[in-house]
């Protein structure tokens, strides 16, 4: 009997040690997937930037002709164009947008309202967002009008690299993750955190679905 005990425990413990490594190298694999898979995104986001840099000016079609491969993917929520633009420049944007296809453009906060306008007020609103079917009331929303949005958008206008805004769960189902990259005018010219600052353009906006990610 005591063989058999020492056999049985010599089993279990190669057992159990065998499936705390097959159990390591799932968490390996898993991480390493889920880096790569973030690496790609963050490639996405610095493709539709390179493509701004590029341009002058980049219209809604050629916008949505640029990232239809990036959004056609279940991982990839949106992928949208947030503009700066102060007060005075609003009512040329509004005719803009109408010539562009949208209708009743107005900028609105993050309860949906229209916001109220102030003279020498700057908004960050949504200009483009695909894919357009499944996100096209996010145009015209003041990213800056959300707390969490706008310390990103600061931090990322200042130092001019990529950051991640928050995680938060939407609709109780999908787990999200949101990544601003600055786009800038005179790019070339500008070497502080104020000239940064001033000539900001916009942002490239992309907005993950972290479940997604990880179960690719």
């Not at 949906?112 to 908004?123: A, D, E, F, L, M």
């Not at 079917?133 to 990213?143: Q, R, V």
């Not at 707390?147 to 109780?172: F, M, R």
């Not at 787990?175 to 353009?201: Q, W």
Request: hydrophobic share 40%; aromatic share 12%; no cysteine.
């Amino acid at each position: 009997l005591s063989v058999i005990a020492l056999v049985f425990n010599s089993t279990s413990v190669y057992e159990v040690k065998k499936l705390q490594q097959n159990l390591e190298l799932q968490a390996k694999n898993a991480t390493i997937k889920f880096e790569h898979e973030i690496a790609v995104k963050i490639k996405e986001i610095e493709a539709v930037k390179s493509f701004f840099d590029a341009s002058d000016f980049i219209s809604r079609l050629e916008f949505r002709e640029f990232v239809k491969n990036f959004v056609d993917n279940s991982s990839t929520h949106s992928l949208q164009w947030v503009f700066k633009v102060n007060q005075n420049d609003l009512p040329s944007l509004i005719e803009l947008t109408k010539k562009d296809g949208v209708k009743n453009f107005a900028i609105t906060n993050k309860g949906g309202q229209n916001v109220k306008q102030r003279s020498n007020k700057i908004y960050y609103p949504v200009l483009y967002s695909e894919p357009y079917k499944t996100t096209m009331h996010h145009i015209g929303f003041d990213m800056a009008s959300d707390d969490n949005y706008k310390a990103a958008l600061e931090t990322a206008a200042k130092t001019g690299k990529i950051v991640v805004a928050q995680i938060y769960v939407q609709d109780h189902n999908n787990i999200m993750f949101t990544v601003f990259s600055p786009v800038y005018n005179n790019k070339d010219k500008i070497v502080s955190a104020e000239g940064k600052e001033k000539n900001l353009s916009g942002f490239i906006v992309g907005t993950y679905k972290l479940d997604k990610i990880i179960t690719s």
